[in-house]
């Protein structure tokens, strides 16, 4: 995971919606996905926002990369960083695209 992601707590202060997030990891078959926003290095844990397919359901959390690897989540290479509120604008599109498919 890259050095630019901010540790754990470095954002605390900054609203969800504000946070930037920096990766996301998914597994589109079930349309699960993760949004990376904090990340401790040395544990390999991360603080971001879990969609298990259920828009009412998802939350911010704590997530383990290493389970997210392996339950073969997918690390999406063509990710920018960007807000939260933006975030959620680019998965529904890509859901809508994916739904088309």
């Known amino acids: 995971m890259g050095d630019e992601i901010p540790k754990l707590y470095d954002?605390?202060?900054i609203p969800a919606e504000k946070k930037i997030?920096?990766?996301k990891w998914e597994i589109p078959e079930i349309?699960?996905?993760w949004?990376?926003?904090e990340h401790d290095r040395k544990e390999n844990i991360a603080y971001g926002y879990a969609n298990l397919n259920d828009d009412q359901f998802a939350e911010?959390?704590?997530i383990s990369i290493d389970e997210l690897i392996e339950n073969n989540a997918s690390f999406c290479l063509d990710w920018?960083?960007?807000p939260f509120e933006?975030?959620?604008k680019?998965?529904?599109q890509y859901r809508r695209d994916w739904n088309r498919g």
């Open 11 to 13: 954002t605390e202060d």
């Open 21 to 23: 997030i920096y990766q």
């Open 31 to 33: 349309g699960f996905y």
């Open 35 to 37: 949004l990376i926003a």
């Open 60 to 62: 911010w959390g704590y």
């Open 80 to 82: 920018k960083p960007c």
């Open 86 to 88: 933006e975030a959620q």
């Open 90 to 92: 680019i998965i529904r």
